[in-house]
């Protein structure tokens, strides 16, 4: 059973930071893409970045120049490095992982306040 467990999320004001990390766990034998993806209230989810197993990043424009992406294959974990946030940030972050099944984690919620 492969387990995601995502930390990092709360509460932080306009043009702060945050980082959030995920964790993957149990039996995965060979991980591809590790991603985050949002939803915010009323909206569908939305990737925010995908990194591959080769280091190749991809970012959804809005988040470009303000967010990085990043893995520790050894650890199996992913990072989100979150720098001048805004209020439309807002959202509950979700961590993915492609092995190459699909694994989702909860979710942890970020929210930005102005």
């Known amino acids: 059973q492969v387990r995601l467990v995502e930390s990092g999320g709360g509460l932080v004001q306009a043009g702060g930071s945050l980082r959030l990390s995920c964790a993957a766990s149990?039996?995965?034998?060979?991980?591809?893409?590790m991603a985050w993806h949002r939803q915010a209230p009323e909206k569908q989810r939305e990737l925010v970045a995908s990194?591959?197993?080769?280091?190749?990043?991809n970012y959804a424009d809005s988040v470009k120049g303000r967010f990085t992406i990043s893995r520790d294959n050894a650890k199996r974990e992913v990072y989100l490095q979150m720098n001048n946030v805004k209020p439309e940030d807002t959202a509950v972050y979700y961590c993915?992982?492609?092995?190459?099944?699909?694994?989702w984690g909860q979710g942890t919620q970020v929210t930005v306040s102005s």
């Open positions: 149990g039996t995965i034998f060979s991980i591809n893409v």
């Open positions: 990194i591959s197993s080769g280091g190749n990043t």
């Open positions: 993915a992982v492609f092995a190459p099944s699909g694994y």
